[in-house]
């Protein structure tokens, strides 16, 4: 048991005055992540801010015609709220894909993006891991590779986003907004908000140590058909092999983003100019570069498989 002090926050810019004030404090919401890292002994925070009270569980529309999602609503109510369902069906359809009904009801949306980026050597205290101690090595890379990245690695990292919600997230163009200690806000573009590995795995996202984040905003509805496919090892609580995340219009063009395969969610906006052209050409370009193991090469043709199906559907 390591021991830890708690507190609860009184305002967005409290909390985050409050991570800055002790050098190993965090932040708690909903805590399906963070606690079970804490009993695993891989997170051992010795400052808790719970940030539940915060009033950052709303949606609300926007002066541009789109949504401001808190940062505490609920997975289950966001996939559930009407004006999600009907303009941001991506994103409803993301979120029921992720996890499990008990943890819907508990994760929220700052939450999610926030997911630490993982594999099973993480969680693996006996074994090297960059995340869990910078420069001490990657077991992943020449161990069991079958769920791993096969694009946008480096030396020090082969592991795959976790999150559903994110990925829709990235096919919106979706911005986070945060406030820092002294009250300082700032919006950070999705595209911008999880980082590739490189040499610091260990620095997973564009956020200070002790920014919250306290909302999350979707443009207005582009419209579409919107389609989320999650290919998996079996049909609930497990994370995806290959997601895809589509947005079709009705002349063919449109949107895509990929999950799990990569350690952040994967879009590259200029092989969207190839939607009418179908899958194999959208994810040639989509994938270029990719650096598969042998374990994991089959992750290349599932993805366009994926994306086929996703595109007969949304044109069916």
């Given amino acids: 048991m390591k021991p830890f002090t708690y507190e609860r926050a009184q305002s967005p810019a409290q909390a985050a005055a409050a991570v800055a004030q002790s050098p190993g404090a965090k932040f708690i919401a909903g805590g399906t992540n963070l606690l079970d890292l804490m009993k695993l002994q891989i997170e051992a925070p010795t400052h808790l801010v719970d940030v539940n009270g915060l009033a950052l569980d709303k949606i609300e529309p926007t002066s541009e015609g789109g949504l401001r999602i808190g940062a505490m609503v609920r997975n289950a109510d966001l996939a559930a709220d009407e004006r999600v369902r009907r303009d941001y069906g991506v994103l409803s359809r993301a979120l029921l894909a992720g996890a499990s009904g008990q943890l819907r009801n508990k994760a929220t949306t700052a939450g999610n993006l926030l997911q630490r980026t993982r594999c099973p050597y993480f969680y693996d205290t006996d074994q090297p891991c960059n995340k869990r101690q910078p420069g001490s090595g990657c077991s992943a890379i020449g161990g069991v590779t079958r769920q791993h990245a096969v694009i946008g690695t480096s030396k020090a990292c082969i592991a795959t986003h976790p999150s ?47 920014e919250l984040i306290t909302s999350v905003t979707l443009p207005r509805p582009i419209g579409g058909t919107q389609i989320y496919r999650k290919v998996r090892d079996r049909a609930s609580y497990a994370f995806a092999l290959v997601s895809v995340a589509a947005i079709v219009q009705r002349d063919g063009s449109g949107r895509v983003a990929l999950g799990g395969v990569a350690h952040r969610p994967w879009r590259v906006e200029a092989a969207e100019a190839a939607m009418p052209q179908g899958a194999k050409a959208v994810t040639a370009q989509l994938l270029a570069g990719a650096q598969p193991t042998h374990e994991n090469a089959f992750k290349l043709p599932l993805a366009e498989r994926a994306l086929a199906a996703a595109l007969v559907q949304a044109r069916s």
Avoid at 181 to 189: A, K, S, W, Y
Avoid at 190 to 196: C, E, K, N, P, T
């Fill in 164 to 210: 559903d919600m994110a990925v829709a997230m990235r096919v919106l163009d979706a911005a986070v907004e945060t406030v820092r200690p002294d009250g300082r806000t700032r919006v950070i573009p999705i595209a911008d908000f999880h980082r590739l590995p490189g040499d610091t795995p260990h620095i997973e996202t564009a956020l200070e140590r002790d």
